[in-house]
């Protein structure tokens, strides 16, 4: 017979906050639990490895509606199928990761360009004046002051 666990402890066991584990199983993340006589939720050493599983997928960057998919092959594929969806998955994170890294790398420099020329202005008292704006301005928006 199965031990079962509360909520409480579930999340203790998992490392995922109550009302994630909650929240995980309203929008479908997790299978469903079973309720005792008592109302409350019985997890298994099954859902704790489920919720530790999902756990790890969302702190690797997968989006929710990836780990839904996981979770489902992880409980009911094969070890061929969840392969391929985690091979999938995670080269998919790793494609939006370099993307999102060239953008910061982008705005790095920018930034960078911007402090260089603004520490190098010397700034005078005049009233800013969108018909003669502030020599700050100018870097800011990529011109010449």
């Known amino acids: 017979m199965a031990t079962f666990c509360t909520i409480s402890q579930a999340s203790e066991a998992s490392g995922?906050?109550?009302?994630?584990?909650?929240?995980?199983?309203?929008?479908g993340v997790l299978p469903p639990v079973a309720r005792g006589p008592n109302r409350y939720r019985?997890?298994?050493?099954?859902h704790i490895e489920t919720l530790r599983f999902a756990r790890r997928l969302r702190e690797l960057g997968l989006p929710l509606a990836t780990v839904a998919t996981l979770v489902r092959v992880f409980h009911d594929g094969t070890c061929r199928e969840l392969r391929e969806e985690m091979l999938a998955s995670a080269r998919?994170?790793?494609a939006a990761?370099?993307?999102?890294?060239?953008?910061?790398?982008?705005?790095?420099?920018?930034?960078s360009a911007i402090v260089e020329g603004l520490a190098a202005?010397?700034?005078?008292?005049?009233?800013?004046?969108?018909?003669h704006p502030c020599r700050c301005l100018a870097i800011v928006q990529d011109e010449q002051p």
């Open 16 to 27: 995922l906050a109550v009302d994630t584990i909650r929240y995980y199983e309203r929008i």
């Open 42 to 46: 019985g997890y298994t050493e099954t």
């Open 92 to 94: 998919s994170v790793l």
């Open 97 to 111: 990761l370099e993307a999102r890294r060239q953008e910061i790398e982008r705005m790095e420099a920018q930034l």
């Open 121 to 131: 202005l010397q700034p005078d008292d005049h009233r800013l004046l969108t018909v």
